[in-house]
């Protein structure tokens, strides 16, 4: 079994003590030299069940609202994925999203901040490891994809689950939320999900196309508008404090977040509509 982390460290099941390692994720973007605990509690059964039926669905998405999840949506994860990520166990995933709190947006980039940051990214993935506990119950299989994790791109995957559209920030927009949330995951040996076969949210890609207010608040000068193209800016990791200092300022200044999804798509449809 490989392990759940972006790292490519060795997992030995057999092993008690598997069930809460010190896992270094020096590899990962935002956790830089800390470390995550596995926080799982159920075994992985050794013969996986691969159907589940849509009472046990039902269930699921109940605990996860009750765990102030926002969002759930289902994909299958494309096969040049798999095949470019080793450390993935599961072609199939459940995405997650949970609301940035004002607590976090009201607070500019600080210590202070960072620490909301973090009990978010803490909240968040406990919630992820109790509803991984609970398919595990029922006899699936499963790997978490902890919101702060690198395991995979969670921001793509929720694309791909149709849950929103990437903004040119790189963030993630939906109806629900805009860009204010975090995203999580979990890869699954289910294979009848009820994946979306559709993204209804592809005219965000023409909206940002005439909207760079997520590049210009930036006081790190942390995204930088691509060359020739008017579609995703680049991110210099190096200079984003999202995560060392809590920082949101390219959450708030987008319209999505600062006015709502559908006042926008309204505003883009009737531009659209004048336009032809």
Not at 132 to 145: H, N, P, V, Y
Not at 168 to 182: Q, Y
Not at 261 to 268: N, R, S
């Amino acid at each position: 079994m490989k392990n759940n982390t972006c790292c490519n460290e060795k997992e030995d099941l057999k092993d008690l003590e598997t069930l809460n390692p010190q896992k270094d994720l020096k590899c990962c973007g935002c956790y830089d030299k800390s470390t995550i605990n596995d926080k799982s509690m159920i075994r992985n059964p050794k013969t996986p069940k691969k159907e589940i039926n849509i009472e046990t669905i039902k269930n699921i998405e109940k605990k996860a609202k009750e765990l102030d999840i926002v969002n759930i949506s289902y994909v299958k994860i494309p096969e040049e994925v798999l095949k470019a990520n080793h450390n993935l166990n599961y072609s199939n995933a459940i995405v997650f999203t949970m609301a940035i709190g004002m607590d976090i947006i009201n607070k500019k980039a600080s210590d202070e901040a960072k620490k909301f940051n973090d009990k978010l990214y803490e909240k968040f993935g406990n919630a992820t490891y109790l509803i991984s506990d609970e398919l595990r119950k029922e006899g699936f299989q499963t790997q978490i994809a902890h919101p702060k994790e690198d395991l995979i791109d969670l921001t793509k995957l929720g694309y791909d689950s149709g849950l929103g559209y990437t903004g040119k920030s790189g963030l993630l927009i939906s109806p629900e939320l805009g860009p204010r949330m975090k995203i999580s995951a979990i890869l699954t040996s289910i294979e009848n999900l009820p994946f979306s076969s559709k993204n209804e949210h592809e005219w965000i890609k023409d909206y940002c196309k005439l909207c760079s207010r997520c590049i210009r608040s930036c006081p790190q000068n942390a995204l930088i508008e691509k060359e020739n193209t008017l579609l995703k800016a680049d991110l210099i990791k190096d200079n984003c404090i999202g995560c060392s200092q809590g920082c949101t300022y390219c959450i708030e200044a987008c319209p999505f977040y600062e006015i709502g999804y559908d006042v926008v798509k309204a505003k883009y449809l009737k531009l659209e509509s004048n336009l032809q």
